[in-house]
């Protein structure tokens, strides 16, 4: 008689930790199922998300005429393949390239992220990087 009481505690322990699990595990589904956070999760994903967009899509722009011609009246001073110049349309840069020399007003010319870009009719052409660059002092 011993043993079959012993093997019916046993037998009553295991079903009383299976039966305790089923509690935990329903009381998880109901937690992750709720109508409550399964809205409060959604919203907080569209937010995070949203905001994360905004910052990674975020261009920094200088387009404002009068800025941009200072910064590369800037760089001419130390870049001789740039040159201010007057045209008829208004003022340009020219610069000189292996195909030869080119102009560019500018009242179509900003700056994005850091690249000199002129406004064209479809695409924007990209003129290249506007960067500090520290002149080498020459050696004596």
């Known amino acids: 008689m011993l043993g079959s009481t012993a093997a019916g505690a046993s037998a009553a322990g295991t079903t009383g930790i299976i039966a305790g699990s089923a509690g935990v595990g329903a009381a998880i589904t109901s937690v992750l199922m709720a109508p409550f956070t399964i809205v409060a999760g ?5 937010v995070v998300g949203g905001y994360e967009g905004v910052c990674y899509f975020q261009i920094e722009r200088v387009e404002e005429p009068s800025d941009v011609l200072a910064i590369l009246e800037s760089i001419s001073k130390n870049d001789p393949s740039i040159e201010i110049v007057d045209i008829e349309a208004g003022r340009a840069i020219q610069l ?7 102009s560019y007003l500018i009242e179509n010319l900003y700056i994005a992220d850091g690249d000199l ?4 009719r479809f695409l924007n052409t990209n003129l290249g990087p506007v960067v500090f660059v520290e002149p080498s002092a020459e050696p004596d």
Do not use: F, S, Y
Not at 42 to 46: E, I, K, P, Y
Not at 96 to 102: A, F, I, K, P, V
């Open 117 to 120: 870009m002129h406004r064209d």
């Open 42 to 46: 959604a919203l907080t994903v569209v």
């Open 96 to 102: 000189d390239r292996e195909g030869g020399e080119e």
